[in-house]
């Protein structure tokens, strides 16, 4: 009796959660319940040169949803990211967009950064990857 009880509140637990989960299949991700979706939410830089300048993309999403929606906060996982979005309602079926800009002189080596959004509607992340590559120093005839 006791197992069973154990196992009713787990798969209550889970139907309560998953709902909540946000899911990213086949290049789309959408926050389930929210009423917002961005397609490709992940991008990658390729190689980039640690003296190189910053790289930057535009991840677009639109709001599914029946009301309007607002970016409140981008949190990034590194100061080496820089995130710019519109503070304005993104009403019913309007695109917005959500900006994102590396700097390669932060850091070498591979990366793969998170942004977290949170909008009225509820959260995301988006992933930005690829690899910073050290200036080649120039070879020396003797």
Same mark, same amino acid.
């Given at each position: 009796? &006791?197992?069973?009880?154990?196992?009713?509140?787990?798969?209550?637990?889970?139907?309560?959660?998953?709902?909540? !989960?946000? !899911?990213? %299949?086949?290049?789309?991700?959408?926050?389930?319940?929210?009423?917002?979706?961005?397609?490709?939410?992940?991008?990658?830089?390729?190689?980039?040169?640690?003296?190189?300048?910053?790289?930057?993309?535009?991840?677009?999403?639109?709001?599914?949803?029946?009301?309007?929606?607002?970016? %409140?906060?981008?949190?990034?996982?590194?100061?080496?990211?820089?995130?710019?979005? !519109?503070?304005?309602?993104?009403?019913?079926?309007?695109?917005?967009?959500?900006?994102?800009?590396?700097?390669?002189?932060?850091?070498?080596?591979?990366?793969?950064?998170?942004?977290?959004?949170?909008?009225?509607?509820? %959260?995301?992340?988006?992933?930005? &990857?690829?690899?910073?590559?050290?200036?080649?120093?120039?070879?020396?005839?003797?």
């Amino acid at each position: 009796m &006791k197992q069973l009880s154990k196992c009713l509140i787990i798969c209550a637990l889970i139907c309560v959660i998953a709902p909540l !989960s946000i !899911s990213a %299949q086949d290049g789309v991700a959408t926050a389930q319940q929210t009423g917002f979706e961005i397609r490709n939410a992940s991008y990658d830089f390729g190689r980039l040169s640690f003296k190189g300048n910053k790289k930057t993309h535009v991840f677009y999403f639109v709001n599914t949803g029946t009301t309007p929606i607002i970016i %409140q906060r981008a949190k990034t996982s590194c100061n080496c990211i820089d995130v710019k979005y !519109s503070r304005k309602p993104i009403a019913s079926g309007e695109r917005g967009e959500i900006t994102v800009t590396y700097d390669p002189k932060k850091e070498l080596g591979a990366f793969n950064k998170g942004i977290h959004i949170t909008t009225s509607a509820g %959260q995301m992340t988006l992933f930005v &990857k690829g690899e910073v590559l050290p200036k080649h120093k120039k070879s020396h005839k003797r």
